[in-house]
Structure formats: C-alpha cells, structure tokens
C-alpha cells in the first residue's frame, strides 16, 4: 500500500501555527489553499535536478555491479535477515517500486491540484490505470543486471492483489520482469517466518535471500533496507549509525521528497492526530539558526 500521505491545510491555519511564516503578497488564485506537498511534487517533475539525482544514483550504482558480482562473499541482506550462505547462490538484486523504479508523481499532482489527499481508493484506481513512468536511470541499471544475469525481484507494499495491473505497469515502461514471482508485494506468505506488520519487509528479503545472494538493495525509504523497529527520530538514527556505511556500495537510496515515514517519525507515529497538530509537530522539529 501506497504510504499516508500529508495532509494539505487551509493557509490561515498555517500562518497561526508557523508564526514566523510570512505570507505571500498574495494568493495564485482565491481561495486557493496552501497544500504542504507542492514544491516537493514540483521538484520531481519540474526540475532537472531530481532528474540528475535518480540518474545519478542509479548510475553509481551500475559502476559497482560487476565488483559485486565478481566477489562471492557481497551481499546486501543485514546478518540477521540472512540465515543461508549466499556464496554459491545465483545473483539477484532487490528494488521498491514505488518512487524508485515508478514515479507516482503524476497521483500525487492530482491531490494537490484537487485539493485532496491520499485514500486507498484513488491509490488503488491509480496502480490500475498503470501510468506510472520509469525513474530516471532504472532501466539502463536493470537493463545491464538482466544481461548480466541478475535478477531483479520487486519488493512492494503494493498488495498481492495489484500485482497485475503493477507487472503490467513494470513491463510497460520497460523494466525486466522475469515472472510472476518476482513481485512480493504487501501480504505475501513467507514460512518459517513472523513479521512486526503487514508492511514490514524483512520476511520478504529473507524469502529472496533464501534463493539469491542479493548484491544490491534500491529504495525510497529506510525501511526497504532494513527493519526499522523503532520510527523515532532517535531510531532512524541509530540505524544510520549502524548501517550507513552499505549506502552508495550495496544500498542506494532514491531522492523522495513527497512522503515517508520520515515524517510520521516527527509526530509520535500518530496518524489519529488532526492535520494541525501533525504540522505544528514538524515546525517543532526544525532547527532553526540560533
Ligand atoms: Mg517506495
């Protein structure tokens, strides 16, 4: 499932909230609300430099990928999700789909132009129209992976029930879908093995580390990577601490300004919290120049 969206505020509320916000000279049209979500939807499909960015690390990325594949001791799975040897095991590389190897942009510039914010119903009617296009740089790295043997499985929380319309949308920009089971997607059945939550991922990656060595991992969020327990501030930090060395060799992280667990992360997780308290939480965890 597609991650919770913010949720867009009418820009009197902001203003009281922010206090040091100063308002525009005046509003692009009347009426028109202020939606939080907008420059980071502008900068994905607007700018070249998100474009540069995705090249960029897919990129890099490919640079490495014959010295992965040359060393039979790399892998990208942490130790505690790999209970196999991956020596002798053939090659495999594991990627998110959603806002890195798709780019929903175009959904999320429906919700702001309309005013409107995410629901499972019009994120659903969206993977079905399978219009999402590649990211920038994806299909040269997985074009180059495939002819080099390496598979490249897709492990979403898109439902097991939107794995058609999302394969077709896969194969319909280009991406290599090598068959049906390389979508693992959100609700996929993994023996002899128990997650925190449906969403979680860590069973998913045991699954395919059981059969691959697994020399690379690509995402959007921290949490394509590795497990995150603890979706606090201090949490997230503790990971980077112990973890951030694999990025930029085996992990390679997509730019996604636009939603994440980054932002529950500010406002305790609390989803319940009404739109101006979630806000009034992230203006607290700035750091403003002293
Ligand atoms: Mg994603």
Not at 166 to 180: D, F, H, I, M, T
């Amino acid at each position: 499932m597609h991650p919770t969206l913010p949720r867009s505020l009418l820009l009197a509320s902001v203003l009281v909230l922010a206090g040091c916000v100063h308002q525009p000279a005046r509003l692009a049209s009347p009426g028109a609300q202020a939606d939080d979500n907008l420059n980071a939807v502008l900068w994905m499909q607007a700018s070249q430099e998100y474009r540069a960015a995705s090249i960029q690390t897919w990129r890099a990325a490919l640079l490495q990928l014959d010295r992965a594949l040359a060393d039979p001791h790399w892998d990208a799975l942490v130790p505690s999700e790999r209970a196999n040897p991956p020596a002798d095991l053939p090659p495999a590389v594991i990627v998110d789909i959603d806002e890195t190897v798709l780019d929903n942009s175009p959904y999320q510039a429906r919700m702001v132009l309309d005013g409107t914010t995410y629901d499972s119903g019009t994120w659903a009617a969206w993977v079905d129209e399978g219009k999402a296009d590649a990211i920038p740089g994806v299909l040269e790295f997985t074009r180059a992976a495939q002819a080099r043997g390496v598979t490249v499985f897709y492990l979403s929380n898109r439902t097991e029930a939107q794995q058609a319309p999302s394969l077709a949308n896969l194969r319909k920009v280009g991406l290599p879908v090598a068959g049906e089971h390389v979508f693992l997607g959100k609700g996929a059945e993994v023996p002899g093995c128990t997650q925190a939550s449906s969403g979680d991922k860590q069973c998913r990656r045991q699954l395919v580390g059981r059969s691959h060595r697994v020399l690379m991992q690509f995402g959007d969020q921290l949490g394509d990577f590795v497990e995150v327990s603890d979706n606090t501030p201090p949490g997230r930090d503790r990971l980077m601490s112990e973890h951030g060395d694999w990025f930029g060799e085996r992990w390679w992280m997509l730019p996604n300004p636009t939603y994440g667990d980054w932002q529950p992360a500010v406002f305790g997780n609390d989803w319940s919290l009404p739109p101006q308290a979630q806000r009034a939480a992230k203006l607290r965890a700035l750091r403003p120049a002293r």
